[in-house]
Every structure is written in C-alpha cells, then in structure tokens.
C-alpha cells in the first residue's frame, strides 16, 4: 500500500535521480533518444562506478598531522624535565641531603659503657669539604676506656665527604645521672660545599635514658616528732656502680623551723653541703643530722637530700644530680609548750646589735590532761659572741657558769612543784654580745645559741613516775657594727685645694670631702651613702679613687655613692677601711660672715647586713667648714670673713 510518503513527489524524484536507469528514464520522460545527445557518458579515461562502496578509499595520515604529534610530544617531555629538574631533592646541594644518624641504646645501666656511634651520610651529588663532627656529652659523663675520668666533648675531622658517601664516628662513654631522667647528646657537623666559601653546620639531637641511679639514696627519720624535741636524720648513700665515682657531694635542704646543731661527719660547707670524696663500687657513706624542730601542731616539714658531682674538684655545689630522697615529718603537740621572746619579739626574728642588753623571756605551758610535778626549765646559752659576765637570771633562777645555764626549780621558785594540766608561766633573763672586736680581730658572723629545756615527771596510769621534757633551741644573730665617717679636709688628701682659707664672700675656695667606712663583723650588702649640697655648693667633679662608683644628681644637687658590698673586717686588723674623696666648691655670701655654713647635708648610709638580715640605716651631721680632721688646718680658720 502507498503512503503519503511514498506519493510525495519530491520523494520521487530523488529515487528516480539516484536510481541506476535514472538517466534513460529521464530521457525518456524528456522524450529524447541516446542518440540525440552529443556528449558522451564519460571522459573516456575514468571508470564509471555505479557501487557507492566501491568509491571510498582508505584515508591516509598526513605530514602536518605526524609533526604536530611530534611537536606535542617534544613539549610534553621538556616540561616533564623541567619540572623534574625544578622539583628533584638532589638537584641543588642542601642541608636536607645530609643525614646525621646516632646508634646507641635507649637506655643505660650505671657504669656500663656503652658503644656510641654516630653516623653521616651526604646524599648530595656534590661532596662536603672540611667537614668535621663534634660530639657535645651530658655532663657527668665518663670515658668508657677510662672511667674514672670525665668524658669532654669530642670532635672528629672527615675532611671531604664523598657525593653520596657515608662516614661514621665512633667511641664508648658510660652516662650517669638521676634515675628515669634522659640525657642528650649532641652532634653537630660543620662543613661546605664545593664551590661554596661559606661554612654551614647541622646539628642533631639523641637522648638516652638512665635507667638506674648512681647512688641509692636513703634518710632515716621518726614520722612524728614534738615540737622542740631533738631530731636526728640519718642519711645513708650507696654506690650502684662498678665503676669508682669520684668527687661526690651531699646537701641537704632543711625546712623552715629545723635548727642545725651537730652533724657527725661534719659539713664541709655551710650546715648543710659534705664533700664524700670518691665512692668505691659497692661503696657507703653515712652521715647523722642532729637538730631541733619546730612548728604548729601537725604541721608539715619536709626534708630534701640530693646527692651527686661537682662541675670541678673545687666545686661547692652539685652539678649533676644522682639521687636524690624526700623526707616529711609531722610535729606533733610537744608535752610542754615553749616559746621563748628577745626583747619582746618571738626569738627566731630578733637580730641584736653588739653592746645591747637582751632581755630573754621563757613563756611555758602544761599540754597534757594530767599534772606535772617536779618541773624544771634550763636555758643553755652558747656562742662565741655571748659575753659571759653580763649573763643574769631573773626571780628564782639561778646562772651556773660551768656550763652557761640559767636553772628555775622547785627549790628556788615553788609553783615549779606541781604544775597542773593547762597550767603556764614565764621566766626572764638577760645577757649581752661581746664587743665586735676583740684586739685587732673582729668577730665574723656571731651567733648565740639558746637551748630552752623543760622536763618533769607525770604519774602514769600504772602510778610509776614517768620523765617527759620539751626543748627548743633559737639562734640569735648579732648584726654588723658599722662605722661611718664623714669629714671635710683643705691641706690634705688626695687633691689640691685652691681659694682662700678662712673662705671670703663672693670667692671660691674648694674643700675636699672624705667618707670612710668600717665594717666589723657581717658583710654588708647594697651598700649606699647619699648627701645633698647646699644651694650655694658647687660640684667640681674630682673624685679618688676614680673608679669608685659616686654619682652627681643636678636635678636634686645630690652626691650618690654606691660601694655595693663592704666585707666583714674591713678597716679591722690592719686592713684599710673603704674610702672615696670628692672636691666641692663654696662661694661664701655676706649673709654668711662670721658664720661656719655646712658644705654638706642630709648624709646618709643605707645598707643590708648580709647574715643577719638587718637593714643598716645611719644618718651624719652636716660638715661644715670647721677642719677638725685637717691636721695643718689652724683654729679660727673656719669663719667666714668679709
């Protein structure tokens, strides 16, 4: 059946013109025969395919297409190259190329040696020159071939390092130190490159860690102890090593309230630093701590030993920690309170000056629920700046020489017979320190002592006597006596004074100001002496010795001397005293005729006495133009003549 589509016309056509007779039925539609047609079918040298298959060739790959192939490639390949050469780790000689490696244990045993070996590799593709490694060791550090001796920083020249060579260092050392504490070693490679003058270092960073203390370390102590009572610490070092460890010291840090009496062996610094020598393997060094405590009822105090070596043979401190113990103790509520006050001031605060009177008060108290009877209190007074004769007791206590104690008994003072419980009271007594110098030696930081005692006996619930007692011993420090001098001289010292003498108005005349200082038996710290010159002064800027630190303030026309610290004994026992001298300038005016004006004013000395805490606060009469320490200076040369 025809479609519409089929009956299209146009459809017809276009098969008619396709079709294979398309030509001879168009020339017969046209009404036209072959032989009326005077062209020819074809050119005559082309074939004539009526198969549409037959008419496609392959299609072949052009010269244009294979160089923009070729080109593609080229560029894909120079990129690749240079993103290689930009981006390669080699390319360039760098630090990140080097690689410093250690080889050693992680941890270690006190007194083994252990192989150290560090190694470094150029990854470069240029060598290293001058290349040289330096092992930095922990300190306390031994030599493994020699163990008893320190094993100092090392360094190993390599000289060149070969592009992609690998050179190592080797050595044994044996570390010691704290238990579970880590050590680090250092090695730091200095080099160049080739073609480079500028020198570079690396540095890498190993630890290792100790697994073992040195030294063992132990304290012995009671877990509670009365306030006031005698204590004593026992403190026990054992060597862990196979090795002898040699220059070891032991301090120990006391809490506040601990008062050091008596050490067996003694310290050889301080009351808290000994020196152990050399400790064999296996080794043990034992050392007592006697003292008294005190403190408030269930306080804690707490006690820090620390054992280990010095930088050096002459070292006062430790420089590498083996061991070390903390020890706490509680304070109980001792049987019979004490208290004992200087001059109205709990004693453990109190500084006293040399050549004052001291009243000492002993204030007591009957802790327990039951009596006590029979009671007797002891002040034992020590130390070599106590001077003797001017110890008195008060009522009813009695001073015994022989051995420097006040005693109040039952005998002498009958409330002592039978104290009830809460039951309290006091005693009194005075001394005074010795003089600072005694002949041409001054007293270097004076102590003395009091050791406060009070015993008795309380019936037991069995009825048997039963002896209890309380002690508390307080150091009283004597401050330094300072002496301070402040003179004005013309004829002498160290500079030459020019102007009239007596001073006349409206001329100048140049005076020479001398301070001294002597300091007897404390050292003296931050030491400062400050004065103020008239508004009709001058400053005229000599001063002798010229490195003495003096300083002069326009602003307030003051004169600032700072001398810092003044040792103990200076100016005593032929030792000259600490001096500086000045030049100041005076111009008299008619006001002042007849008068002698004060060339200085409002001096001052300020200072810190370093043992016994003190501040030292001295104020000085102004100096006037009255030459009294000028030996050449005649009298009534100081008024001030028209």
């Known amino acids: 059946m025809e479609t519409d589509y089929d009956r299209s016309r146009i459809e017809k056509l276009k098969r008619g013109l396709y079709s294979p007779d398309a030509s001879n039925k168009n020339e017969r539609e046209a009404g036209l025969s072959p032989s009326d047609i005077d062209v020819a079918n074809n050119w005559g040298d082309t074939t004539i395919v009526k198969d549409r298959d037959a008419l496609r060739v392959p299609q072949k790959v052009g010269v244009l297409k294979i160089f923009v192939i070729l080109a593609v490639l080229s560029a894909l390949f120079s990129a ?28 270690t045993t006190p007194g083994i040696p252990v192989d150290v070996v560090v190694r470094v590799t150029n990854s470069n593709r240029v060598p290293l020159e001058y290349a040289n490694l330096t092992i930095l060791y922990p300190s306390g550090t031994r030599s493994g071939a020699k163990p008893d001796q320190d094993l100092p920083d ?182 019979i309170g004490i208290s004992l006050f200087l001059n109205g001031k709990p004693a453990g605060d109190v500084s006293v000056p040399f050549g004052t009177r001291v009243e000492g008060t002993v204030v007591w108290q009957n802790n327990l629920d039951a009596k006590i009877e029979q009671a007797e209190i002891d002040v034992k007074l020590s130390g070599v700046a106590l001077n003797r004769p001017s110890v008195t007791a008060g009522a009813g206590g009695f001073y015994r020489s022989s051995d420097d104690t006040i005693v109040w008994d039952s005998r002498r003072d009958p409330s002592l017979l039978s104290l009830e419980s809460g039951a309290s009271g006091q005693e009194t007594f005075h001394f005074q320190p010795l003089p600072p110098v005694s002949g041409n030696q001054a007293l270097l930081n004076p102590i003395i002592t009091a050791e406060v005692t009070v015993r008795g006996k309380r019936i037991s619930e069995t009825g048997v006597p039963e002896e209890i007692k309380s002690v508390l011993v307080e150091n009283v ?105 000045f030049q100041v300038v005076f111009t008299p005016s008619l006001s002042q005729v007849k008068t002698a004006p004060s060339l200085l004013t409002q001096t001052t000395l300020t200072g810190d006495d ?32 028209p």
């Open 477 to 581: 420090r004597v401050s330094s006596e300072v002496q301070f001098a402040s003179r004005a001289v013309y004829y002498v010292g160290p500079f030459v004074n020019s102007g009239p003498i007596p001073p006349q108005v409206e001329k100048e005349t140049t005076y020479t100001i001398i301070w001294s200082i002597v300091n007897t038996s404390n050292s003296l710290n931050n030491t400062q002496v400050r004065a103020v010159l008239p508004v009709y002064m001058k400053w005229y800027g000599s001063v002798a010795p010229s490195g003495e630190n003096v300083v002069y303030d326009r602003n307030t026309n003051s004169i600032v001397w700072s001398p810092g610290n003044i040792p103990a004994g200076t100016g005593i026992g032929g030792k000259p005293p600490r001096e500086v001298a």
């Open 154 to 335: 090392e360094k190993k020249l390599f000289g060149t390092i070969a592009a992609g060579a690998t050179v190592e260092y080797r050595s044994k050392a044996i570390f010691l130190g704290e238990e579970n504490t880590m050590k680090e070693l250092h090695a730091v490679l200095e080099y160049r490159f080739t073609g480079i003058n500028s020198i570079f270092t690396k540095d890498e960073v190993h630890g290792v860690q100790i697994l073992a203390a040195p030294i063992n370390l132990s304290v012995d102590a009671l877990r509670e102890v009365n306030a006031g009572q005698p204590l004593q610490l026992v403190v026990t070092a054992l060597s862990n090593t196979v090795i002898p460890l040699r220059d070891v010291l032991l301090r120990v840090e006391y809490p506040i309230g601990f008062t050091f009496t008596s050490a067996e062996p003694k310290p050889d610094a301080g009351t808290n630093m000994w020196r152990v020598g050399t400790l064999a393997p296996s080794g043990k060094f034992v050392l007592k701590i006697n003292g008294v405590l005190s403190g408030a009822a269930k306080e804690e105090k707490v006690f820090h030993t620390f054992v280990g070596v010095g930088s050096d043979k002459t070292a006062r401190d430790i420089g590498t920690v083996y061991s070390k113990a903390l020890s706490a103790l509680a304070v109980a509520r001792p049987f």
């Open 80 to 107: 690749s190259y240079l993103l290689y050469q930009y981006f390669d780790p080699f390319a360039n000689p760098s630090e990140k190329n080097i690689a410093i490696a250690f080889d050693l244990p992680v941890g």
């Open 610 to 641: 370093a043992f016994s805490g003190v501040s030292i606060k001295q104020n000085k009469n102004d100096i006037t133009t009255r030459l009294g320490t000028d030996p050449r200076a005649e009298t009534g040369t100081d008024l001030v003549v």
